[in-house]
């Protein structure tokens, strides 16, 4: 199996790099480590050189297939380098990216090292200056044994990281042989490049992980007139009482079928769908109608009226009456953020109930604008799907900055989706990202706000009191081994279930905010 998806990896890299990535004349520049007496890598290529043949195609392509992705396998450096990187890729051009991360053969291999890239904008020649990759991020992955995990797609990989329209880029890999889990950190500039361009450093590459290639996410453009959300959803407690109602959907198939689609919600964009978008769209079929942008907000009766008519029949006639359940908010869903639904799995898995929520930070940089939202999480799914080997995007729920709130994998928001989140607690859960690094940044009060309500919805669905704690059993991790019982927060962080820094401290300190604001929301 291990030579076999070597030499898929090798057959892809392969392709990958027989494509056109520059003009004779760049890729020729691009081929020489020339840096500058300044430390500045030498100009390769200006981008306005490129073909019209080559822009069109490029268009052209982007009309059938949102997206692409560039692979190129890192190669040790050979020249000296002051900053003591042993593996990377010299100052090339590429084809226009926005997203990159470093990806291995083996999800069970670490990186112990540094991994720090710098990009040229697309749009104004200039090369940022150093950036930190977050190299530990295979702990957001699905439980050990699972299937997902054994399907020997999976691969090890860096987080994510957004760096906008660009044309170039350069990598250098430092090994931290003995390094242990990061301190919290966001991964920004490190300081201008000091013009150093590597060492043999045989030893060193030899402990890092195999078949290490740098990957470039296109995330494609979104389809004509597509929305990224509505406005800003508005908080609105619940004002009901009542016992905790006992709900346990144990959905195990795709589909949905419930009730009426609310009112008010988005009308759907019209034209072809493929049957994989008529699907991912059908499981909210109970919420919205087919092909819906967006899941509108309900009030709190509204919410509690949809809870009835969900789950009626598992709810007694005082349950049905004053549930505890937060008012539905405003959900982009997956047709709204423009998801190619060919690079996901067909199937949809579910667990039996929902019992806890983690929160994550996607460890991605804060460098975005909120309307740029659905094209990273367009290159998160891609990066997930296709350079990470999962069936779907990790996340149930994805969150940006400005509080808008997006559907993550498929299979529908009521539903009790199986992520690929916390590795060891998947099941039974549901997995809440942040859009941004939270580690010396503190999160926006929209995104905390936006956290709570999803939670007091999503938890209320599924009769889980917020500021209480449950019982999960571990899946297998670096904190809790395989079968383990473990009293967990029922809005718990990413750390709280896994050896890791994430959601990154900043974000961590807010969920006793978000617990006691999604507890008054539910009206409790």
Same mark, same amino acid.
């Given at each position: !199996? ?23 004349? @760049? ?10 007496? *300044?430390? /500045? ?9 490129? $073909? ?6 490029? #268009? ?23 900053? =003591? ?7 090339? $051009? ?32 200039? +090369? /940022? ?5 977050? /190299? ?53 500039? $490190? ?7 590597? %060492? ?27 929305? *990224?959300?509505? *406005? ?25 079928? %419930? ?11 019209? =034209?072809? !769908? ?16 087919? %092909? @819906? ?43 709204? +953020? ?72 498929? =299979? ?9 989140? $916390? !590795? ?6 549901? %997995? ?23 939670? #007091? +919805? ?5 009769? !889980? ?31 709280? =279930? ?27």
């Amino acid at each position: !199996m291990r030579g076999i998806l070597a030499s898929s990896i090798g057959v892809t890299c392969a392709a990958a790099l027989a494509l056109p990535l520059a003009p004779p004349a @760049a890729a020729s520049a691009a081929s020489v480590s020339s840096v500058s007496s *300044a430390g /500045t890598p030498a100009p390769v290529a200006d981008v306005a050189t490129r $073909t019209v043949g080559t822009a069109g195609a490029r #268009a052209g392509a982007r009309a059938e297939v949102p997206g692409s992705t560039q692979s190129l396998p890192l190669r040790p450096l050979t020249r000296e380098r002051a900053s =003591g990187a042993v593996l990377g890729l010299t100052p090339r $051009t590429v084809r226009t990216f926005s997203l990159l991360g470093v990806v291995w053969d083996d999800p069970s291999v670490d990186l112990h090292g540094r991994v720090q890239v710098r990009t040229r904008a697309a749009s104004t020649g200039d +090369w /940022t200056d150093w950036q930190d990759v977050e /190299t530990h991020y295979t702990q957001h992955g699905a439980d050990p044994d699972s299937s997902e995990a054994a399907s020997g797609k999976a691969r090890g990989a860096t987080a994510p990281l957004w760096v906008g329209e660009s044309d170039g880029v350069e990598v250098r890999v430092l090994p931290e042989p003995d390094a242990g889990e990061p301190e919290d950190v966001d991964p920004v500039g $490190t300081g201008s490049d000091e013009g150093a361009s590597g %060492g043999e450093g045989a030893g060193e590459v030899s402990t890092l992980p195999a078949g290490m290639r740098l990957d470039l996410v296109d995330p494609g453009e979104a389809e004509p007139g597509e929305s *990224a959300g509505g *406005a800003e959803p508005q908080a609105e407690p619940g004002e009901s009482e009542g016992p905790e109602p006992q709900a346990e959907p144990g959905e195990s198939a795709e589909g949905a079928e %419930g009730a009426e689609p609310a009112e008010g919600a988005e009308v759907p964009r019209t =034209g072809v !769908m493929t049957a994989a978008a008529k699907a991912a769209s059908a499981a909210n079929s109970a919420l919205v109608p087919l %092909g @819906a942008t967006q899941i509108p907000s309900l009030t709190a009766e509204e919410t509690r009226e949809e809870l009835v008519a969900l789950r009626g029949t598992g709810l007694t006639e005082q349950q049905q009456a004053k549930p505890y359940i937060g008012p539905r908010p405003s959900i982009v869903t997956r047709r709204g +953020w423009g998801a190619d639904e060919s690079l996901r799995e067909k199937s949809f898995v579910y667990t039996s109930k929902v019992k806890a929520a983690f929160v994550h930070h996607t460890a991605s940089g804060n460098s975005y604008s909120c309307s740029q939202a659905p094209s990273l999480i367009r290159g998160f799914y891609r990066y997930h799907t296709k350079s990470l080997g999962w069936r779907d995007i990790g996340y149930n729920f994805l969150v940006d900055k400005c509080g808008r709130i997006y559907e993550g994998r498929a =299979g529908g928001v009521a539903k009790p989706v199986k992520g690929a989140h $916390t !590795m060891g607690f998947n099941s039974k859960t549901t %997995g809440i990202a942040v859009i941004g690094s939270y580690g010396s940044k503190k999160p926006s009060s929209k995104a905390v706000k936006a956290v709570a309500r999803l939670t #007091a +919805w999503k938890l209320g669905l599924h009769g !889980m009191n917020p500021k209480k704690k449950t019982s999960l059993t571990s899946g297998g991790g670096n904190l809790y081994a395989k079968g383990k019982k473990v009293k967990m927060k029922v809005i718990s962080g990413h750390r709280d =279930g896994f050896n890791t820094s994430c959601p990154g401290g900043k974000l961590h300190k807010k969920l006793g905010s978000v617990r006691s604001k999604a507890a008054g929301y539910q009206g409790r």
